[in-house]
Every structure is written in C-alpha cells, then in structure tokens.
C-alpha cells in the first residue's frame, strides 16, 4: 500500500471572508438539492455511510444541523422529539414534504448552526452528517453544537478527514472534496480544543469518512 507523507495532510485554511463563502456554498446547495436528494436514493453507500449514525443516538429529544433534503428525518424512531436546523431554505422545504409524507412530526427550521436558536443542554443527541467541512468556521460549529448538548448527551458527527493510515486513495478522496470547496478540518483538534472526548469510527472512503461519537 502506498503511504502519504504525513506533512502532505494539511488541512484547509477558513475563507478570508466566511460569509460570502456560506451564500456560494448555500447557492450550489440550492442549485443542486434534486439532484443531491437522488444521488443519495442511487448510491448505496452514501445512506448506509448516513445511516452509521442511527444506533449511537439515544435519549428523546434529537436535533439534526443540516439535515439536506432529509433522508435521516424519517429514520429516526418516530417516538423521539426531532428538531433540525438547515441554512438553506430549500432543503427545509423539501425535507417538510418529506417529513409529512412519512407521518411523522418534527420541527425544521432555518438557521445558522453558528448560532441556533436553542437553549444551553438542550438536547440528548446532535447529528451532523457530511456537512461539517461545508462551515467556514469549524470552531464556531463545534462549539455552538455541543453548547445544546446536555451533560450527557453526545454528538454524532460523520465526515471526511485524512485516513489514519494515510493510504494514498483515501487521501486522493479527501483532496477532491477539497477541490471541489470544502474546508477539511482537522476534526480530533476541534474536539479536544472545546474540552471534549471522542471515540472514532471509519466508515468507508478508503479511510476518510470517519463517524465521531462526542461527548462534553
């Protein structure tokens, strides 16, 4: 197997300017909510990556931070008190059709996961999926998400970083993202920087999507 050179794993500096890269990234989220919404029906992997996040959630009241076009929504037990925040209008349109076409009740709204209308420790559970490397500020989310958080809840975060072995595919993969305008972060820092623990899963991505399990 071919290594990178751990020094080739940098990661991605925040824009100069963090507003104006969240309305381009908002924009191409708007331009391609359909064809997002059939990408994930097509491709197998990427709901049962999603789909990782399912046993870790506990507790009753749930919150999703950019949920898209809502696969997740519907996948959660239907006894549980779901809320969700997404900046991007569309996708809150779309998930509520989603949302009322399974029977289900949940309470979307948008918002900046910079700074969500929510109480300190309000949650049991947080999830964000493939949408932590879309914010230009990853300190400001990490510590706005477990800032909901009660003591003893957790949040479930999936998304690209470097694989641990460095393996020359994973890192091609995560370099794409990149390419393609994400912000890869170095997600262990963000972590330990709020005073918080993790436990580590890889997912797939030849190493580089990786579920982390967070705790105050």
């Known amino acids: 197997m071919i290594r990178i050179p751990k020094e080739w794993c940098r990661y991605t500096p925040m824009p100069d300017n963090p507003l104006a890269y969240t309305k381009k990234m908002n924009r191409m989220y708007t331009r391609f909510a359909k064809a997002y919404e059939r990408f994930i029906v097509i491709y197998k992997p990427w709901k049962k990556w999603l789909e990782t996040v399912l046993p870790y959630v506990h507790g009753n009241r749930i919150l999703e931070v950019s ?52 109480p300190d420790n309000f949650f049991d559970t947080v999830i964000n999926t493939m949408a ?62 709020n005073h918080a623990s993790y436990d580590k899963i890889i997912v797939g991505g030849f190493g580089s999507i990786q579920l982390f399990i967070i705790k105050k």
């Not at 998930?95 to 948008?110: P, T």
């Open 132 to 193: 932590f490397s879309g914010y230009p500020d990853g300190q400001k989310a990490m510590s706005e998400m477990l800032r909901v958080i009660k003591p003893s809840g957790r949040l479930i975060l999936l998304d690209y970083d470097y694989p641990m072995d460095r393996n020359v595919l994973g890192f091609a993969l995560v370099r794409f993202i990149e390419m393609c305008g994400d912000i890869i972060k170095d997600i262990p820092k963000l972590i330990k920087d």
């Open 67 to 118: 949920f898209g076009p809502g696969y997740l929504l519907t996948k959660y037990p239907a006894d549980k008190k779901l809320y969700g925040i997404d900046y991007n209008s569309l996708m809150v349109h779309r998930a509520k059709i989603k949302i009322v076409k399974a029977r289900r009740k949940a309470k979307l709204i948008i918002g900046n996961v910079e700074k969500m209308p929510y």
